[in-house]
C-alpha cells in the first residue's frame, strides 16, 4: 500500500488562497476509499443517466458489497440480468436515474432484481495519461 502527501488545506476552485505549509498525515487512496478490500469491486459508469449525482459516462465506480443499501444509495444493480447504477427508493419500490430524460424504473415483484453493491465512490479522470 503506497501512502501519499494529504495537504492540510483544501486547494481553491475559484480564486487562489495564500498556500499552506501544513501537510496531515500520509494518506492511503486504497485504505481510504477501500475499507472492505474482500467486499469491493471496481465499476465502470456507461452512460449519462448519473450525471446529476456526478458520476460521468467512463468514471470509476468503488462498491462495496457489504454495505446494507439504505434509501437513496446510489447501488448497483443486477436487473434482468443487466447491470445497472441507480439511486435506490425503497419507499415507493423504484430505481431513480439522476438525469431527468431518464424515468424511475419501477422494480415489480417479477423481475429479477439483485442489490449488487452500494456504490461508495466515483473516480472521474481528468487527463487520459
Not at 439504505?70 to 438525469?99: E, F, I, M, W, Y
Amino acid at each position: 500500500m503506497k501512502y501519499l502527501p494529504l495537504y492540510g488545506c483544501g486547494i481553491a476552485a475559484g480564486f487562489p488562497s495564500p498556500a499552506d505549509d501544513h501537510q496531515e498525515a500520509p494518506l492511503s487512496i486504497e485504505q481510504h476509499l477501500i475499507t472492505r478490500p474482500a467486499a469491493t469491486f471496481l465499476a465502470r459508469a456507461n452512460g449519462d443517466s448519473m450525471q446529476g449525482l456526478g458520476i460521468f459516462d467512463r468514471d470509476l465506480l468503488i462498491v462495496d458489497r457489504s454495505l446494507e443499501p439504505l434509501q437513496g444509495d446510489v447501488v448497483v444493480v443486477a436487473l434482468d440480468g443487466q447491470l445497472t447504477c441507480k439511486v435506490l427508493d425503497r419507499h415507493r419500490g423504484r430505481l431513480l436515474s439522476a438525469n431527468e430524460q431518464y424515468p424511475p424504473i419501477p422494480i415489480e415483484e417479477t423481475q429479477d432484481i439483485v442489490v449488487e453493491g452500494v456504490v461508495k465512490a466515483s473516480i472521474r479522470y481528468h487527463r487520459s495519461a
